[in-house]
């Protein structure tokens, strides 16, 4: 169950703020990469042509361009139970 | 047009939380001009609220539409089947279209995710104005097109009052005083004699205080 | 001094302001509670010194005893009252019923306001009345005084007879409808005005003479509105946080370059002072002091002022 607690802000205004889970040690997070096509995919291809590794714990989805990106794709990945979203283009 | 603001994510899940079934419906004119009730938003709100039930481990169904705009019958048709089959509405229009649902729907529940705040314009991308109060008899005529009875703090008709300090209301710098505006406007168009016109006493039976108000165009009536 | 008027109520205000004295009016906040003997006590000491006292309504939005009830123990003690009404509180049907509630008792005068926004009070979450704006509630006094008869038109039996008085802050925003806003109310009526708290001078005069040349002196009785400082402190309060006041810097530095013991003589000094040169101007009737929780210092200040003793009118 997450929890919440009151944090004052600035405003001096109730916000409630989420407390992180208690998360086991050998726990990683599954990341979601949105990467441009013609920039930040392509260095990802490259890495693999050059060899060279990247945590497997992140999954690229190819974008046509980061503007692409809709706040719907990122919900609907945070739903689907990713822990982190990254976004690069 | 009608601004909006979207209710705390907790007030809107501990309105539906007893619900197996909700549908968010956006309203896409007004409140989403705010960005605060489109469809846009609808679809939004509602992964959050899949995100809370998960975390909640609650077994509610929440799943998204909306129509061009909740006032009026003829945008109903698409969406009539999947509010028929929730069991409760949140619907993101404004309080016009929650009432219009209601209505339309006499046995399914439904419920604001906003907070209707004001008839206003936008007076950039973000900024939404309050300027108007729909009291039914309009003075723009007289205080040069600004209006005292949504923008002055105390709808002051012959303004501004003692407040009124370097161009800001005595409630808060933020707001503008509408008189010192108004006389600005008289002056830019050379009107400053009619400052001195009184406003008569307001005849407030065409505004709220007159009771819900009713307008028929018998000529287009149906 | 003052052109003569006819008089038209029975207000002994108006009388002496007719007669061509200066008026020296004063008021008291009613108490947060219902013991009747605040008022009778502040009643009391302001008696011999002050032709009226104006009792406040609501004064900064912080519920208190009413207005009206506060005005008839003032009556009953023998010192004429003002009915201070604003129009945050009340419909035209509650403040038309007010002036005849005053009236039955005789009161006088009232003084016609809009009143803080509720904001600033103990109830900011309340909604707001404004019907009627301070100038429609002139014009609805006059109207039932002088044409006997409600705004819905009825006749009314035993109109009230009330001298009918407003305030003016001539250091408000925007400078240049001051004048302007002081005829306007004039038209809607008023006879009487009490301004605004004038620690700046200069200004205040620029303001008369602007009212002098359209003529509005010999139209309105205007009686000069001050305050004394009790420290520093309330100086540097009212220059920054009071809406609408005016108090000059060279104002608050002569009160923090007196040492503290000092500096409630020094307020008072600041008031006499600014008597003294008010009662230069043509145009001015008189005074209305306004010792915000310091009424015990009235009787000084008019003494002081060479305002005492207050003339008798019958």
């Not at chain 1, 989420?18 to 998360?23: A, F, K, S």
């Not at chain 2, 168009?189 to 008569?200: F, N, S």
């Not at chain 3, 009404?85 to 038309?96: G, S």
């Amino acid at each position: 169950m997450a929890q919440s607690v009151a944090v004052k802000t600035r405003d001096t205004e109730n916000v409630s703020i989420e407390v992180p889970l208690e998360r086991p040690s050998e726990w990683e997070p599954e990341i979601l990469a949105f990467a441009c096509h013609y920039c930040a995919f392509a260095a990802a291809d490259l890495s693999g042509v050059m060899r060279l590794s990247y945590p497997y714990n992140v999954k690229i989805i190819r974008m046509p361009c980061t503007g692409k990106l809709d706040q719907s794709y990122v919900l609907r990945a945070f739903e689907r139970g990713v822990d982190g979203a990254f976004v690069a283009g | 047009m009608i601004v909006g603001k979207q209710k705390p994510l907790d007030e809107i899940w501990s309105m539906i939380k007893s619900h197996k079934n909700v549908l968010v419906l956006g309203c896409n004119t007004c409140v989403a001009v705010c960005h605060e009730g489109g469809n846009k938003e609808a679809e939004i709100l509602s992964s959050l609220l899949r995100m809370r039930a998960s975390q909640e481990e609650s077994g509610i169904a929440v799943t998204n539409s909306g129509v061009e705009r909740q006032c009026e019958h003829e945008f109903f048709d698409s969406v009539k089947d999947a509010i028929e089959a929730a069991d409760a509405v949140l619907s993101t229009a404004c309080g016009i279209g929650v009432q219009f649902i209601a209505e339309k729907f006499p046995t399914t529940v439904v419920y604001p995710g906003l907070n209707t705040t004001f008839l206003g314009a936008v007076e950039k991308i973000g900024v939404m104005k309050e300027k108007c109060q729909a009291c039914g008899n309009c003075v723009l005529g007289e205080t040069a097109g600004i209006c005292p009875v949504a923008r002055c703090a105390k709808r002051v008709l012959n303004g501004p009052c003692g407040g009124s300090t370097k161009g800001s209301c005595e409630i808060n710098k933020e707001v503008d005083c509408a008189w010192q505006l108004i006389v600005n406007r008289l002056n830019a168009l050379g009107q400053m004699d009619r400052y001195e016109t009184l406003a008569p006493i307001k005849d407030w039976s065409t505004d709220r205080a007159g009771g819900p108000r009713k307008q028929i165009r018998e000529e287009i009536q149906e | 001094m003052s052109q003569q008027r006819a008089v038209k109520t029975d207000s002994k205000l108006e009388k002496i302001l007719a007669a061509g004295h200066l008026a020296v009016t004063s008021e008291c906040g009613p108490p947060r509670g219902s013991d009747p003997d605040v008022i009778t006590h502040k009643g009391n000491m302001l008696k011999e010194y002050v032709d009226v006292v104006n009792i406040t309504d609501n004064q900064t939005s912080m519920t208190r005893m009413c207005s009206l009830a506060a005005c008839i123990r003032l009556k009953q003690l023998g010192v004429e009252p003002v009915l201070q009404m604003v129009t945050r509180d009340r419909n035209r049907i509650a403040l038309q019923s007010d002036i005849l509630g005053a009236a039955s008792f005789d009161i006088t005068n009232v003084l016609c306001l809009s009143g803080d926004h509720q904001s600033f009070g103990d109830c900011p979450n309340g909604q707001n009345v404004h019907d009627l704006d301070s100038m429609q509630l002139i014009q609805t006094v006059r109207y039932m005084r002088d044409e006997g008869k409600f705004l819905g038109g009825d006749d009314i039996k035993r109109p009230p007879k009330m001298f009918v008085g407003a305030a003016a802050n001539p250091f408000a925003d925007p400078f240049e409808i001051r004048v302007p806003r002081l005829a306007k109310k004039i038209a809607a009526g008023v006879e009487f005005i009490q301004t605004q708290c004038i620690y700046n001078l200069d200004k205040f005069e620029l303001w008369m003479k602007q009212v002098r040349d359209r003529g509005l002196h010999e139209k309105v009785y205007i009686l000069a509105g001050l305050t004394p400082f009790k420290n520093a402190g309330m100086a540097k309060y009212m220059r920054s946080r009071v809406p609408g006041m005016d108090v000059p810097d060279d104002v608050v530095k002569r009160m923090s370059d007196t040492p503290k013991e000092k500096q409630a003589e020094e307020g008072l000094n600041i008031c006499i002072e600014s008597i003294e040169r008010l009662k230069q101007i043509e145009g001015v009737h008189g005074f209305h002091i306004m010792a915000i929780e310091w009424e015990e210092k009235v009787p000084e200040i008019v003494k002081r002022a060479g305002l005492w003793p207050r003339p008798e009118v019958s």
